[in-house]
């Protein structure tokens, strides 16, 4: 079991389906994007990750400072792959933030599977934007990318997808 619910198969039967079937896997890993304290009301500014190899994107985590529902409730995430495309939106193609509440539940799944593997080359950038609703409250939240990293050599060189 990868991290998540993806198996190593249907990671495999993902990279098959998007014309991948040589790519050859390099570690698991978990891409964490920088915090900041936000008041409320604030929103933080944006935290950039590039990935310097070619990665399939498993799912995110994240958590807030305090272990509190109403935190949970109050801190949101917006989460970006390179610069067109987010990870949930209101339906319109419209990107917004998800509370981290309704993303990870009561504490008990701190990761949220991406609905399918998504592939980004090297040199894609995922932005990860938080802000705190909360009347009161000032939070730090923090969320991370589970990946599996390619062999780059793995990659053929004309190969531009993203998916």
Do not use: C, H
């Amino acid at each position: 079991m990868l991290n998540g619910s993806y198996d190593i198969n249907e990671v495999r039967d993902f990279l098959v389906s998007i014309g991948l079937p040589d790519a050859k896997f390099g570690a698991q890993r978990t891409y964490i994007f920088d915090k900041q304290q936000l008041a409320p009301g604030a929103v933080s500014n944006p935290f950039p990750i590039k990935f310097r190899v070619p990665i399939v994107a498993l799912g995110v985590m994240g958590q807030v400072s305090t272990g509190l529902d109403a935190d949970y409730a109050s801190a949101e995430l917006r989460l970006q792959f390179g610069s067109q495309e987010d990870a949930w939106d209101n339906g319109y193609g419209v990107g917004v933030s998800a509370p981290l509440l309704m993303l990870f539940g009561r504490f008990n799944k701190p990761f949220y599977d991406f609905v399918r593997p998504r592939f980004a080359r090297a040199g894609i950038t995922y932005t990860a934007t938080f802000s705190n609703t909360s009347a009161g409250a000032t939070y730090t939240p923090s969320a991370g990318v589970r990946v599996i990293e390619l062999d780059p050599t793995s990659i053929p060189k004309n190969y531009a997808q993203q998916v």
